[in-house]
């Protein structure tokens, strides 16, 4: 199975921070990779696909990249709204994996 | 626009099945490089895969999960649905339904999930 580890956990950030979620693949899993968004007793929504591009609908302030097995979610600047938590999800092979999550707070 | 609605009893008692079924609505579950999955999410915890399924009803599985999981397909009621058996308090999670978009090379990612259901697993 591959494994996401999802770094950081948890992230504490202003409005308008620049923040930088990663995640690392266990193993190749070429660019299948989606980010997801998730409110407080709301639906996952995705974010980002295929590692990076973003999905109709998203705003541009966030961004995916890939390097190797290691992958980001970037969001520029930071807005009320985006406080949140977010997912990885490796979408190369079965079985499925989620990364562990990053919740971002508001500092 | 597709939409998906998860149904089924909200509290289970141990050792009992859990069963739901997912509706699709505003497209039709066959045909496609799609799949129809299952995911959970225990309270105050990440999203876990559990299965999922093809229109023809090839399945995969959690390996986790895979001895207790069963995923079915309904093509004529555009449903299909999932079974879980001798359920542990360990099972009470928000259950959703999501379209899984694959193509060959690549096993997908969920994109529309339903609202989601909380089933509790309790005697």
């Known amino acids: 199975d591959i494994q996401m580890t999802q770094s950081p956990s948890s992230v504490s950030a202003s409005v308008g921070d620049r923040v930088t979620i990663t995640c690392r693949a266990s193993?190749?899993?070429?660019?299948?990779l989606a980010w997801y968004q998730q409110k407080p007793g709301k639906v996952p929504k995705i974010l980002i696909y295929?590692?990076?591009s973003l999905q109709s609908g998203v705003p541009s302030r966030f961004s995916g990249s890939r390097s190797g097995t290691d992958f980001t979610l970037t969001i520029s600047s930071l807005q009320p709204e985006d406080f949140a938590s977010y997912y990885c999800?490796?979408?190369?092979?079965?079985?499925?994996?989620f990364g562990g999550g990053t919740k971002v707070e508001i500092k | 626009q597709l939409q998906l609605q998860e149904s089924g009893p909200g509290l289970v008692k141990p050792s009992e099945t859990l069963s739901l079924t997912c509706t699709v609505s505003?497209?039709?579950?066959?045909?496609?490089?799609?799949?129809w999955g299952w995911i959970r999410q225990p309270p105050g915890k990440g999203l876990e895969w559990i299965g999922s399924?093809?229109?023809?009803?090839?399945?995969y599985y959690n390996p986790s999960l895979n001895s207790r999981v069963t995923i079915s397909v309904d093509t004529s009621k555009n449903q299909f649905s999932l079974k879980l058996s001798s359920v542990t308090a360990a099972d009470t999670a928000v259950y959703y339904c999501?379209?899984?978009?694959?193509?060959?090379?690549?096993?997908?990612?969920?994109?529309?999930w339903g609202q989601g259901t909380l089933v509790t697993v309790s005697s």
């Open positions: 295929d590692a990076s």
């Open positions: 999800q490796q979408a190369n092979s079965f079985p499925l994996t």
């Open positions: 399924i093809y229109y023809s009803g090839s399945t």
């Open positions: 505003g497209g039709s579950i066959s045909g496609g490089f799609y799949y």
């Open positions: 193993q190749g899993i070429s660019s299948w």
């Open positions: 999501a379209r899984q978009i694959a193509a060959p090379g690549f096993s997908g990612w969920f994109d529309p």
